[in-house]
Structure formats: C-alpha cells, structure tokens
C-alpha cells in the first residue's frame, strides 16, 4: 500500500511568513510524529500524536510552531513568523499505535523548508 | 532516560569492503527495542530492523547483518562486501516499552561507499 506521503516536497519562503507543512500517514495507522532535521543533523522530536490529541507537545521549539491531526488521518504542522532557523528538513512518521515503546515508524520523504 | 550514542560521525571505505557501524545505548528498562534505518540521499529514512530486548541472537539479512550484546549495551550493524548503493546516514534508535513512547535517535553514522 501507499507509504507516508508529505507535501509540498520543497518550500522556500520569506522571513516572517506562516507556513503550512502536510503529512498523510499510512492507512490504519493511528500514531503520527513529526520530526525536524537540520542539515547534516540527527532527528529533533517535535509532536507526536495518537488519533487526533496530542499527548506529547513538549518538542515543539516555540509557541510559532503547532500541529493538528484530523482523526486517524492528515496531520498539518504550522510555523509561524518563519526564521531563518526553522530552515530544516521537517520528516513526519507513522505507525500502527503508541500504546507501547516497540511500534516500528515509517517515515515520510520530508519537507525542505528554506526561510530566507 | 534513554540514550543512543553513534561514537562513528562518517566512515569511508572501497567497494567490497566490509564496514561495521557502531551502536551503543543506555536505558534503565528491561525491555526495550532498537531499530537502525538508513537515509539515503533522497532524504527518506528506509526502516531496516527492529529487536526487542529478550532476543540476542544475531540476524543476518543478506550482505547485512547486527550483532546484538547486552553486556556491552551494543547493537552493531555490518555491511559486507559494501556496495555504492550503501552510501547513505544511518541511524540507530531506541525506545524503552515502560515509558515514553518516542524512540530516541543517535546522531547517525555516514557512510561513504567509494567505486
């Protein structure tokens, strides 16, 4: 079946401006995380989410950044007022559930945000 | 609190080399499971293994193969016979079932796999 989807693939915006990242998980799968990669860096938690709540906010960076699930499905991460900083790979995984430490995630192509 | 340290930043070989990657973790729970995952250029982390934390026997997946060690806290992953397609970042992770749900990742080891 179809393999965790995200867009758009590339997104290259001004400082100050509000983007919109999206992640569709793999059908059936109810847990959905997001993650930040900056170049040649390892994988920086952001959210996690099982269904649509979000247990778990505490990687979120600052208050610009926020996520919301709809149901068991699409999952958007928004970034306020951009910085340059928040330049980075943004990868969104998904797994059956999180109900326990062992669920496998399947990861997503990545968004590659550019803040000029 | 868990913990995965990949000690190798990048690591560069010959084609037909065999390269071990190093893995070396910590945690306070009894169970526990630990996956690698390779990262490609294109960017996509492919999941390549998982094991939980009462199997130590060692698994071999065609030229890849991880040597799991409780004793030494390690969970090494080997290529042989390394091919140029190999080329990629690859990370090692964890996460402990007793608490939080998220795995954490080591910083990831580059491989470069030169013709």
């Known amino acids: 079946g179809a393999g965790v989807s995200q867009s758009p693939s590339n997104k290259v915006t001004e400082k100050g401006k509000d983007v919109e990242l999206r992640c569709d998980p793999i059908?059936?799968?109810?847990?959905l995380y997001w993650y930040r990669q900056r170049l040649g860096q390892g994988l920086e938690f952001l959210i996690y989410f099982q269904g649509n709540s979000a247990p778990d906010k505490s990687g979120l960076p600052s208050d610009r950044f926020s996520a919301e699930r709809t149901g068991e499905s699409v999952s958007t991460l928004t970034i306020q007022r951009t910085q340059q900083e928040d330049s980075a790979v943004y990868l969104c995984?998904?797994?059956?559930?999180?109900?326990?430490?062992?669920?496998?995630?399947?990861f997503g192509p990545g968004t590659r945000l550019t803040v000029l | 609190a868990q913990k995965v340290t990949q000690a190798q930043t990048e690591i560069s070989v010959v084609e037909k080399e065999d390269v071990t990657l190093d893995c070396v973790y910590e945690t306070r729970d009894t169970t526990y499971y630990l996956f690698w995952y390779k990262q490609p250029p294109s960017g996509e982390l492919v999941f390549l293994i998982r094991r939980n934390s009462f199997d130590e026997q060692n698994e071999i997946s065609g030229r890849y193969s991880w040597n799991f060690q409780k004793s030494t806290s390690s969970f090494n992953f080997t290529i042989t016979a390394s091919q140029v397609v190999d080329s990629a970042v690859y990370f090692c992770?964890?996460?402990?079932?007793?608490?939080?749900?998220?795995?954490?990742f080591g910083r990831g080891t580059s491989l470069i796999v030169h013709p």
């Open positions: 059908s059936g799968h109810t847990a």
């Open positions: 992770a964890l996460s402990e079932a007793g608490g939080s749900y998220i795995p954490t």
């Open positions: 995984a998904s797994s059956v559930r999180v109900s326990w430490g062992g669920d496998t995630q399947y």
